[in-house]
């Protein structure tokens, strides 16, 4: 696809590694990204009946909703093993893992009622490790992370359900880094700026859906150049 790209300026001691974001490469904060207007809400998980646990529940952006400080437990009293649920409103499969110890371990799938994939994510001794996905219900692309040891560590990336993207930005050990940038649903340009160790500093920009823009400052002192976020269209 064609090449976006936000620029942004970059602060005093911010290293370089942290401002190219993989065009492959979102948590509770891209969830600290600023909002992004008020978007149609995005398609969902329907409610579960009795009975119908799951390992790991996704946000309305699709990223995983963690217990802090604890690992995933197996949704079933087996400690050890395979596991599956089924939706009882169709019958078909609705999440499918391992578990050993009482833990979620391996290869975790989730699917919506209409069958199509709604997560994918590893699980070593509970907590996830390495890339997860998410799906919109259509079978578009929602979210794509790196987790490290169950903290987000890595590129983050957020779509909308037509496949416009949403979000981009990069986290260490949870915390923001680098440039970060927001788009509506419009596909317009809905924020930017920079964090250092999950704090916004200095300038940061933001447009409503009309294209009106204001800009914050919070600190620090810009390093000479801009930082710039390649994104690929899926």
């Not at 370089?16 to 891209?30: D, K, S």
């Not at 979210?143 to 359900?161: F, I, K, N, S």
Request: include cysteine; aromatic fraction near 8%.
């Amino acid at each position: 696809g064609q090449p976006l790209g936000c620029s942004c300026p970059l602060e005093s001691g911010m290293h370089p590694r942290n401002l190219l974001i993989a065009p492959a490469a979102a948590f509770m904060a891209l969830l600290s990204l600023p909002a992004a207007g008020e978007p149609a809400p995005p398609a969902s998980a329907p409610a579960l009946a009795a009975g119908e646990a799951q390992a790991v529940v996704t946000d309305e952006q699709g990223i995983p909703i963690l217990p802090q400080d604890q690992p995933v437990l197996c949704p079933t009293q087996a400690d050890d093993g395979r596991y599956q649920s089924d939706w009882s409103s169709t019958g078909k499969r609705m999440e499918r893992g391992s578990c050993r110890e009482g833990l979620a371990v391996r290869t975790w799938n989730s699917w919506y009622d209409n069958g199509v994939k709604a997560w994918k994510g590893f699980m070593e001794s509970g907590k996830l490790a390495g890339q997860f996905e998410s799906w919109y219900d259509n079978g578009q692309h929602r979210a794509r992370m790196q987790y490290v040891d169950g903290v987000l560590h890595g590129d983050v990336t957020l779509w909308w359900p037509d496949g416009a993207v949403r979000g981009l930005g990069a986290y260490e050990e949870g915390l923001a880094q680098g440039c970060h940038a927001r788009w509506h649903s419009t596909g317009t340009r809905a924020s930017r700026g920079a964090y250092l160790d999950g704090e916004k500093v200095g300038r940061w920009y933001s447009w409503d859906e009309e294209g009106h823009r204001t800009k914050e400052h919070h600190g620090g002192i810009p390093l000479k150049g801009r930082c710039w976020i390649p994104v690929l269209l899926p």
